[in-house]
Every structure is written in C-alpha cells, then in structure tokens.
C-alpha cells in the first residue's frame, strides 16, 4: 500500500495530470446519453477502452435503433473483435426505459440493479457505467488496476473478490485524499499512460 501511495502522490504532483483528471471528471457528470454509455462498457469488457471508444464514436444514436443482424456487421466493420456482443446490446435496448431508474438510486444498490437486469454487465462494467456517468464512489476493478495493486494472475473476480479489493482501494482513495474515480484515472494513467474513460 505504501508503494501505491507514494506513486499517486507523486502523480498528483503534476498540475496538468491533475488538470486533466478533473476535466474528465467533469465530462462524465454532464454525460447524459445513458444506453450509449451502457454500451461502451458492454464493449470494452476484455477488450481495450480504445476499441469501445472507437465503436461509440462512430455508432452513437445507432445502438439504440440497429437490430442484432445490422450492429454486428457494424462492429465487424470496425474491427471490433467481439461482434457477437451486438446480442447483449440488442437485447438491452429493451431495457433503455430502466436505466432512468438508477438515477434514484445510490451507487451500489444502481450497481446491483444493473448487474441483475442488463446482459454483458458485470460488476466492473457496471462500476464503469456508474463511474462514466459522473458517480465517485464505486471502483472499476480491471486488469490495469489490479496490476497497480499487485494481483498479476487474476483473470476473473468473484463479487465477493470484487468487493473485497474495493475496500482496499477505498482506503488507497482515503489515504490520497481523492474520490474512488479519481484514483482510478490516476492509476490508470499510470498502467497505460493514458487518461480515457
């Protein structure tokens, strides 16, 4: 833990970082386009955060009116690799109207409901959805952030596994004085060098 501290300490350090983190920050809570958001995290599951992004930029409002067939062609031709997930995101567009839902909700209890009623969402799909849409208080557990914490073999975590590493990345957030979104954009910057989403 003394070693995590001491890189987020140091990454804090540099102004534009931290300029650019909270400028994130900011875009996620004005993000209102809740079932393109749904689905950016649905495709980044496994694969990379570019490639999801690359898929939402260019598919926007068409997710929610492509059937199954029309998407994966869509994605093929992006060359996302997981095309077949054009089922979870066609059988979640059946679903849009509950996403209004969690708005009343606190973060975990939205976590739940997610995992529960949306296909392709996971627990760390569904904290990035919540992270993504301008909550702080839930961690996105993935392979960048559990390299940070040292778990170099885990492939997949359990719920109880997943809760278990966010308590100690809430005490990592407490310890650095910064929210559980921030500290995952500056870990995550630190793994790849990049500040997304």
């Known amino acids: 833990m003394k070693q995590i501290l001491r890189k987020i300490c140091s990454l804090k350090k540099d102004r534009k970082l931290m300029s650019l ?36 930029n260019a598919l926007k409002d068409k997710f929610h009116r492509l059937n199954e067939i029309s998407l994966q062609k869509e994605l093929k031709k992006l060359g996302y690799r997981f095309h077949n997930r054009a089922e979870y995101i066609n059988k979640n567009q059946t679903k849009i109207s509950l996403l ?4 009343k909700m606190d973060s975990i209890s939205a976590r739940q409901f997610l995992v529960k009623h949306f296909k392709g969402i996971g627990m ?3 904290s990035h959805f919540l992270r993504n849409i301008g909550r702080k ?21 359990n719920e109880k596994k997943y809760l278990e590493i966010e308590k100690k990345l809430e005490k990592i957030a407490e310890a650095s004085r910064l929210n559980l979104a921030e500290l995952d954009l500056y870990l995550w910057r630190d793994q790849t060098g990049k500040v997304l989403k």
């Open 137 to 157: 208080d839930v961690a996105i557990i993935d392979r960048h952030i559990l390299r940070s914490l040292g778990f170099k073999d885990v492939k997949t975590l």
């Open 100 to 103: 209004n839902q969690i708005r």
């Open 21 to 56: 983190v909270h400028q994130r920050l900011k875009e996620f809570e004005k993000n209102k386009n809740l079932f393109s958001e749904l689905c950016f995290c649905t495709l980044t599951a496994g694969a990379s955060a570019e490639s999801g992004l690359k898929c939402q």
């Open 124 to 126: 760390k799909e569904a």
